[in-house]
């Protein structure tokens, strides 16, 4: 996620240089054409312009409407999975501690229990950050499971959803063995459902894009728009005594078009390991200290700080 106000304009160019070029190229031949060959037929009216930008402007604000709710969506999801995982691990602790006055209550196996299901949760939340940016580099999460866990839950296609079967497993365990007792596990249950709902819809935002034609067309009627730009600005600027302005302006009207066009392409997908992500490292590493926390860890991961204006 960008924090910082300014940018460099170093990580602009590398999306935008494509169309800003094509412009400039364009502008440059037309100047050429129109005042060292005489070729009038370069230079149009400039009124089909405004008709052409104004279609165009439709479709980026489709895009960028369209890529700010999707990247909104997708910093709701974990500002969700925050929420629950807090709930999850409160009534965790609440529920181990309730039944001391119970027979057949041990204190060792609650606080294992505690243990046990808050480091697998971080495990979770760390192995849907990884799949959702398909880092594949696992270290991460599992060094919140045991060995039995590790081997069992590599094993699998869709790591995340067997560890939350794995929790709903240690949940009923607990139930046998007088830990939980009562309602504990519907509630328990019930949290489980709703980390498995944030799971689902991460995955749906991850598979699903924007419909295609948007995206195409988008981009067509952008490449389309800077490639005849300087043929309706030509004949304006040549009868105020300045057609030379057709390059710069031209360059200058492309990379506003193509950089709009650009961060809605970027934006609608958030999970993709650059600097524009919803910063799910981040959000990983709070939900961290804030479950060790729980378990009255003293010693806690510090939070992760920006990096150049970036929060990863």
């Known amino acids: 996620m960008i924090l910082k106000r300014n940018f460099d304009p170093r990580k602009v160019v590398t999306y935008v240089w494509r169309d800003v070029t094509i412009a400039l190229v364009m502008a440059a ?20 312009l405004g008709v052409l930008g104004s279609a165009l402007a439709i479709f980026l604000a489709f895009r960028a409407n369209t890529s700010f709710a ?3 969506e997708a910093a709701q999801i974990w500002s969700n999975i925050i929420s629950s995982s807090r709930t999850f691990a409160r009534l965790i602790g609440t529920f181990a501690d309730s039944h001391r006055h119970t027979p057949l209550y041990n204190a060792e196996t609650a606080e294992a229990f505690k243990r046990a299901m808050l480091y697998r949760h971080l495990a979770w939340v760390n192995a849907l950050r990884i799949q959702l940016r398909k880092q594949y580099d696992w270290g991460e999460a599992w ?4 060995d039995g866990d ?24 607990a139930m046998a063995n007088g830990t939980l007792q009562g309602f504990d596990s519907f509630q328990l249950e ?3 459902a709703q980390l498995s709902t944030h ?8 598979a699903i894009p924007i419909p295609r034609q948007y995206d195409y067309f988008t981009r067509l009627f952008v490449r389309l728009f800077v490639i005849v730009l ?5 004949k304006t600027l040549a009868a105020d005594g300045v057609p030379w302005l057709v390059i710069p302006l031209s360059g200058l009207i492309a990379l506003l078009f193509t950089t709009v066009e650009r961060t809605g392409a970027v934006n609608e997908e958030p999970f993709e390991n650059r600097i524009t992500d919803v910063p799910l490292a981040a959000y990983c590493r709070d939900i961290e200290r804030d479950l060790r926390e729980l378990l009255g860890e003293a010693v806690l991961p510090p939070p992760l700080q920006p990096q150049d204006g970036y929060l990863w």
């Open 29 to 48: 031949l037309s100047y050429v054409a129109y005042t060292v060959f005489g070729v009038t037929a370069v230079a149009l009216s400039f009124a089909p």
């Open 70 to 72: 999707r990247w909104g």
């Open 143 to 146: 060094r919140f499971l045991n």
């Open 150 to 173: 590790r081997h069992i839950v590599a094993a699998k296609e869709n790591k995340t959803s067997y560890l939350l079967k794995l929790q709903g497993e240690q949940i009923y365990s």
């Open 190 to 192: 019930g949290q489980l």
């Open 199 to 206: 799971q689902a819809a991460c995955e749906r935002i991850k």
């Open 230 to 234: 300087p043929f309706f600005l030509l």
